[in-house]
């Protein structure tokens, strides 16, 4: 049976595993301790349950507990990864690599950066979506101390190659912290295979619960650490004070233990389904797939349908699918994807794209009704579009004065 | 933001949709908005000896307010005169389809539509073109 409405919006967040909901339940009630009070078994059954979650939450990345920090989630990461190091190691430089296809809790934070004194280099990407190796190396100067590229982006899910990026940071003494949020439980990760020095990522993003995410950061070569942003009690090493969300945690490593054995299986059945929804909506005239195809997660679909708009085409169908759109429409700022015109796509293209993310509870029966609902939606919009006829009609629209307003 | 009923029923089965000989010399024209503002709207009428509109089109790319305010417009277009058709305000259509602020602009859009119309017609007919205060809501 069809399970309506469908959920298609799993870069933003994805529902949480039952099984997890089952692993945090008695966390809330019956061991509700602090992790943080020694001194009775209440105190010792939440510090033990956060270390084996320190354990799953590490296994999944091939680290070391020690080496996870945890924090409320991956904007609180990205904040503690970046501020925390600039703070750091202020004497060995103030400069800061990365990309503007970040997410806006790395480029935000880069900018806080600019105005305490810092120096930030926004590396640009290209029409894949992905960074210059050689523009990379030849941003690092003597006062560089951090580069900072994300994993897969949020938008396309297009991956970096971390390999290489660290390898360029590490012959040239530079940390390398990687947003690593929607990539974690969705393709496999490793810390020391990847060369990553400080890692952001959070649970909701990987069928675990909201509110609780880890940082990262490396202990062996190099040691690495960050300045703490909250001051407090001096939980988690000394980087991140707050009495420890132990429900959370519990839940969050949880999910990481599950990601870890079932990732694979997952990856491959979405990968598939993903490719059955990308090919079939590519049948459709002037449809184009945004980012690199090849160096892409699993379950990741970003298309434009040129000569409609992204909001007008979401609404012919979203009391049953949600997905996202890079339209302005969906902004509160009136700007399109900031990360498409980054490709180097025009605004109007921007404007007539559509996120597709499917997870682990997506169906192919799903699949098949998406792909049927879009594909109407598009043909009936482009009836009713003025583009779309003036295109057929061979006008070049780009010769076109439009009274931009 | 949810949309209100009037939008989602305008959406779903617009009124009017379609093209009219813009060749035609009782036929007036209006292109407005651009493709990388997320929203284009054309919108023609055609108009009788005695200045009644007798019938209106439109196309739209843009968003479910964009193309449920165009439409709105065509159906009050018919039937009124081109003079009548001069004093049809944003506001109206605003309150018509209860779209929200962020979604203002669409109106605007639909009115900017019908005057340049209208300013296609009586160009066409040797009539001068009426000027037309600048509505900023942009």
Known sequence: MLKLPIYLDNNATTPMDPRVLEAMLPYFTEHFGNAASRNHSFGWEAEEAVDYAREQVAALIGADPKEIIFTSGATEGDNLAIKGVYEMYASKGNHIITCTTEHKAVLDTCKHIERSGGEVTYLNVNAEGLIDLKELEAAIKPNTILIAIMYANNEIGVIQPMKEISQIARKHGVLFFSDATQAIGKIPVDVNKDGIDLMAFTGHKMYGPKGVGALYVRRKNPRVKVTAQMDGGGHERGMRSGTLNVPGIVGFGKACELARLEMAADAERLGKLRDKLENALMQLEEAYVNGSREHRLPHVANISFKYVEGEGLMMGFNKNIALSSGSACTSASLEPSYVLKALGLGDDLAHSSLRFGLGRFTTEEQIDYTIKAVSDTVLKLREMSPLWEMFKEGVDLDKIEWAHH | ?138
């Open chain 2, 1 to 138: 933001m949810a949309y209100s009923e009037k939008v989602i029923d305008h959406y779903s089965n617009p009124k009017n949709v379609g093209t009219l000989d813009k060749a035609k010399k009782n036929v007036g024209t209006g292109l407005v908005g651009a493709p990388e503002c997320g929203d284009v709207m054309r919108l023609q009428i055609e108009v009788d000896e005695t200045g009644l509109i007798t019938d209106a089109k439109f196309k739209t790319f843009g968003c479910g307010s964009a193309i449920a305010s165009s439409s709105l417009a065509t159906e009050w277009l018919k039937g009124k005169t081109v003079d009548q058709a001069v004093q049809i305000d944003n506001m109206d259509l605003v309150e018509e389809l209860n779209l929200p602020p962020v979604k203002i602009h669409c109106s605007v859009l639909a009115e900017d539509a019908i005057k340049a119309a209208i300013n296609d017609y009586r160009k066409k007919n040797g009539l001068e073109e009426l000027v037309f205060e600048e509505k900023g809501v942009h």
